[in-house]
């Protein structure tokens, strides 16, 4: 399962991606030379910025930054240059930009690694309770005789249920810092705003689900919550120091 995780995060994004979608130079010169001298501001030098001609197949909208080395790529959709501002677009690829310059990418793949080892460390600590308590009843008494399967299944799927709530709080911990260094970046609060309604209109999220919801289902804090924040955080405003300023080169 590692390996299929660092292939999904690491390797999808350049050699899979680009064969389902044409990734073309970025149409809008003025927009390109902006999004790469933020980059340039946030520590991401020497990279490409590629248009995907996503809207043949979604609406969705998406961007990221992604690649090691030469690698190295900061993508838009052509969905979301169509319906984004500018100034949306500069706080969107601030957010993106933090995922990579904080090494966000290195920190899942630890984690969720982490985590799928230790559920399935339990899934199998308590399988050899299962097993001595009714495994006459089912008629095998190891998980090497394939008859278990089902039973690793349920107890993967009991194991998940329970360790899901750690590994989303984490990525929302995640998702939250990438919107401080987009804000801190930008400063662009009124437009980071105006993003994520329009996000918010496109995939027709609860803007402030329950708490069941948000625990077992939301990878980003819910767009009302991230709205609250761009309206409340503005240190560069309040004589306050930045928590990422000394990562902008000037
Ligand atoms: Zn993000």
Redesign the pocket.
Known sequence: MIPFIIVGNLIAPVWIAPLFNKFEPMRDKALETRILSMADRAGIEGSRVFEVNKSVDTKTLNAYVAGIFNTRRIVLWDTIIKRMSPPELMFVMG??M??YVLG?VWYLVAFSSLLIMASLYAAYRASGAVLARWGTRFGFTTLADIASLPLILLLVSVFSLIVTPLSLAFTRH??HE?DRFGLEITQASHSAGTAFVKLQEDALANPRPGLLYKLWRES?PPLGERIDFVNAYHPWRDGQPLVYGDRFKK
Do not use: T
Request: aromatic letters at 0%; charged letters at 20%.
């Open positions: 957010h993106e933090a995922h966000h995640i998702e990438a980003h």
